[in-house]
């Protein structure tokens, strides 16, 4: 075992899907391969966050929250990973600071260990309540810089970024390339500077995008990275995240060796493999090759789609190269925010709207308006001011935290969903995601909701079938492979910052 190994983060149960197959994937789809994917030895998996949570309720119609139970029951030791995107947690607007803590403290008492906390607009105000909250019930606090390319962004930037979250008390950074522009030799010189001026663990986020995500990769660990993210292989490249198992050939034999086992790796590829193939097909975004233009226009690949189906909805799907190229104007003039959700679909609705309408402007949209007044956070650089006259006119813009201006909403959550919720998880559903929750909840109360299933095609063949039988059975419906040996080991999720910040 290598002495400096190299710590993998696999994607595969909640970007992975997220960005290739629309967050489809049902927890029935995971628990078959749960215990599998204890034995590997990963320092986390990322599970929830995201768009994980509103996408179980509208599209699955799964209680979210079982998720994490039902699989921390099949991986009870491997830590288990959410993105949460500070006061936002999982929506699009901002939340109280009451329904922040409560939510926190729920994923914690569901399963979470590991909460990685990211604001759009990199605005520590907007983190800090989240992330004191994680550092209250246990949780592992890891602030994420989100990495973007602009005229007021560069290294030194997000370094005084990760100090801010350091003295906040964050326990380790990630470094969030979401939009695959971290290109390998960036990275190299970003993640050396990040371990020498902030002295956390460092955690490499990085999208396949635009091709090179396995070379970035590679470089942020010659760099001293502590921990990457990957996707196992049947659920990498393109708009995921790089292969689980090319990364951990790459290392082995090295000083940077991940001790991660190739053969069950393989194995749990072979099993997503099906999932995609059978379950998920129709999910499929298309984007099945590198992109160049996330380079030239610093839009992740899920805004890509995004603006490709805004354009034919309206129509103007030969407006193409009109709004990428509008797209970058506009964020200049929104102080070039990083493209992430929220702020990807505030400025890509933007720029369609002014290349549908023929004029700059001529219309503005409410999350534009709300951004300029400053209910977003506070911008990395300052606003075009006939923007800001033409969306909010005079105005005065927010100055202080978004938060501080809005009421704690606990209290009024429970009393507007009333009996329909049967625990403090139901109404922080609600909370959140007012109509959505409401319209699962009331499907659960009329009895319209399934349990947990495993999906079918992965259920062993019945015992009585045999003969003629047993040779109609369909392939699909194989029991797995016979389990390897378990293979016994100790998360290193607390070893890592234990090193280097010198606690015990």
């Given amino acids: 075992m290598s002495s400096n190994p190299l710590h993998v983060t696999d994607t595969i149960l909640r970007d992975a899907h997220q960005s290739l197959l629309a967050t ?25 966050g995201g768009a994980t949570f509103d996408s179980a309720m509208r599209f699955l119609k799964e ?11 099949k991986a009870p030791t491997t830590p288990f990973q959410m993105l949460l995107r500070g006061q936002n947690i999982l929506g699009y607007r901002h939340y109280p600071d009451d ?43 890891q602030g994420a ?12 930037a997000f370094v005084r970024g990760a100090q801010e979250l350091k003295a906040m008390g964050a326990d380790s950074i990630c470094i969030k390339d979401m939009a695959a522009l971290l290109t390998p030799y960036a990275a190299y010189d970003l993640v050396k500077m990040m371990k020498a001026e902030v002295g ?98 610093q839009m992740p690949g899920g805004m890509i789609s995004n603006l490709v189906s805004q354009l034919r909805e309206q129509g103007a799907a030969d407006r193409w190269e009109d709004v990428v190229r509008e797209l970058p104007r506009v964020r200049e003039d929104m102080g070039y925010p990083p493209l992430v959700t929220p702020t990807s679909q505030i400025v890509g609705t ?24 400053g209910l977003y956070g506070r911008p990395p650089a300052d606003l075009n001011p006939d923007l800001v006259k ?33 625990s403090d998880e139901d109404v922080i559903s609600y909370a959140m995601f007012p109509a959505q929750a409401r319209e699962f909840l009331e499907l659960r109360k009329a009895g ?27 392939t699909a419906q194989a029991p797995l492979p016979p389990r390897p040996a378990r293979v016994e080991h100790k998360s290193s999720l607390w070893k890592i910052s234990n090193r280097v910040t010198g606690r015990r």
């Fill in 63 to 73: 209680n979210p929250w079982d998720r994490v139970r039902e699989l921390k029951v």
């Fill in 145 to 156: 810089i989100c990495y973007t390319i602009s005229p007021v962004h560069d290294n030194a």
């Fill in 448 to 474: 319209m909701t399934k349990p947990i299933e495993e999906p079918r095609v992965f259920a062993a063949k019945p015992a009585a079938a045999s003969g003629a039988a047993a040779a109609a059975s369909t």
């Fill in 350 to 373: 933007q720029a369609v709207l002014n290349v549908v309408l023929g004029e700059r402007y001529k219309i503005i949209s409410q999350e534009v308006k709300d951004y300029c007044k």
């Fill in 200 to 297: 956390l663990p460092v955690h490499v986020h990085t999208h396949n995008t635009s091709g090179f995500a396995i070379a970035t990769l590679v470089k942020a660990a010659e760099a001293g990275a502590d921990i990457v993210d990957t996707a196992i292989s049947s659920m990498a490249g393109s708009t995921s995240q790089a292969p689980t198992e090319s990364l951990v050939a790459t290392f082995q034999g090295t000083e940077r060796d991940t001790g991660l086992d190739l053969r069950l790796l393989n194995d749990i590829a072979g099993y997503f493999r099906t999932v995609r193939t059978e379950h998920l097909a129709q999910f499929e975004t298309g984007l099945d090759a590198a992109d160049i233009r996330v380079l030239l226009y």
């Fill in 24 to 48: 489809r994937m049902s927890t029935g789809s995971m628990l078959p391969i749960a215990e599998r994917l204890e034995e590997v030895g990963y320092w986390s998996l990322e599970m929830w």
């Fill in 99 to 141: 329904i922040v803590e409560k939510f926190v403290e729920l994923a914690v008492q569901v399963g979470i260990k590991v909460f990685r906390v990211f604001d759009a607009l990199n605005d520590p105000r907007n983190m800090e309540w989240a992330m004191r909250c994680v550092k209250k019930y246990g949780g592992h606090a």
């Fill in 390 to 422: 033409m969306a909010i006119g005079d105005e005065e813009r927010i100055l202080v935290r978004p938060a501080d201006l809005i009421e704690p909403g606990l209290d009024k959550a429970r009393e507007e969903i009333g009996d329909l919720a049967e």
